[in-house]
């Protein structure tokens, strides 16, 4: 491809005929055109706008290329470059093109030769300097009962609460259809008649249980009940001397600390469980440490929201449809590790996010 794409002519003619238009670089680029129907190349809007905004810059157009940038060495390219995004790591490479009139592709090759990359940025939970030594001292402990017996995580029944909703997030990185051409494809969302269903689950060596659908408001009395009747029946399935050792997580939600709720669990797991006020106290805002938030929950909605939910019935055969869908053995493989992996950083960190070091 030649470096250059203009004559210093053509430039001026493409200027009077922005001035034409008024200043419209779509108008100008048609009546361009129009005026030169015979020519091989005709600029789209950009360039007009490229030519225009390097004239009010003061810089001079030369025998060449793509607009603003000609007659500059490369290496000055380079540095205006490296330059925007030392300002504002932030910035696009669109907006880099249009602040500096330096073509895209140009700006892309410079970024890709200077070893840059466009990092995203990830969501995390937020935390205040309370939650850290608390975060540190139960991975620590965690990892210190691992050690001592290497089976005590699969003794856990890890659990949590989640809510599917009729208008759920949606992975639109994930959501794509390989055609010839662009069918512009449209997902409507955020409608006015709003569901939800909510769900507890949990993991225990490897193997799922549930989901179990909750009423729309979890509160104390409740989940007392759930504890006393619905659990037992959901781990029906389970070895009887894993129960026999069972341990028994769940984190700070109000429901889960009420004096009924932890005169049940003492009685049912006696100095095996782990919570609120919990013979192991579960750290405060720390879902990045709960197996059903970083594994569990996000694969069931990825396969829940796959397409657009109308209704609360249609939303529950979803749900089923999903759980039916995921592999236990997927999640028995990595949960143990990653949780272990999990605490390590968080200790490393002592105690502050650490998702982005994963």
Not at 68 to 82: K, L, T, W, Y
Not at 145 to 159: G, T, V
Request: net charge positive; with cysteine; glycine share 6%.
């Amino acid at each position: 491809m030649p470096r250059y794409e203009y004559t210093p002519r053509e430039y001026a003619e493409m200027h009077f005929i922005y001035g034409e238009a008024r200043g419209n670089a779509r108008a100008a680029a048609r009546l361009y055109r129009e005026r030169y129907p015979n020519r091989d190349r005709h600029p789209d809007y950009r360039v007009f706008i490229r030519v225009h905004n390097a004239l009010l810059d003061g810089r001079i157009l030369g025998t060449g290329v793509g607009g603003a940038s000609e007659g500059r060495p490369p290496q000055v390219n380079d540095e205006i470059i490296i330059r925007e995004i030392e300002e504002d790591s932030s910035v696009s490479i669109r907006v880099i093109a249009q602040r500096t009139g330096i073509p895209r592709s140009t700006v892309h090759r410079v970024l890709k030769r200077y070893r840059y990359h466009p990092y995203h940025v990830q969501r995390v939970q937020t935390l205040t300097s309370r939650d850290y030594p608390q975060r540190v001292a139960f991975c620590q402990r965690m990892l210190r009962m691992i050690r001592a017996d290497p089976q005590f995580f699969n003794k856990i029944l890890w659990s949590d609460e989640s809510s599917c909703r009729r208008d759920g997030y949606l992975n639109l990185h994930n959501l794509h259809s390989w055609q010839l051409v662009n069918p512009h494809l449209m997902r409507e969302d955020r409608s006015q008649h709003q569901f939800k269903i909510n769900l507890w689950a949990g993991i225990i060596n490897g193997q799922i249980i549930g989901p179990f659908e909750l009423p729309a408001t979890l509160n104390a009395e409740y989940y007392l009940h759930f504890l006393r009747n619905e659990l037992p029946t959901l781990l029906e399935n389970v070895p009887e001397d894993v129960r026999q050792a069972m341990w028994l997580q769940n984190d700070g939600c109000p429901a889960h600390y009420a004096t009924a709720v932890r005169a049940q669990l003492d009685e049912t797991y006696p100095n095996r469980w782990i919570g609120r006020l919990g013979p192991i106290l579960w750290p405060p805002r720390s879902p990045d440490l709960n197996p059903l938030d970083f594994l569990y929950w996000g694969c069931l909605k990825d396969r829940v929201y796959k397409q657009r939910i109308t209704t609360e019935e249609e939303l529950r055969q979803r749900i089923q449809s999903a759980v039916s869908e995921i592999n236990e053995s997927h999640f028995a493989r990595r949960i143990r590790a990653s949780f272990i992996r999990r605490c390590r950083l968080c200790i490393l960190v002592g105690g502050r996010q650490f998702e982005h070091l994963l």
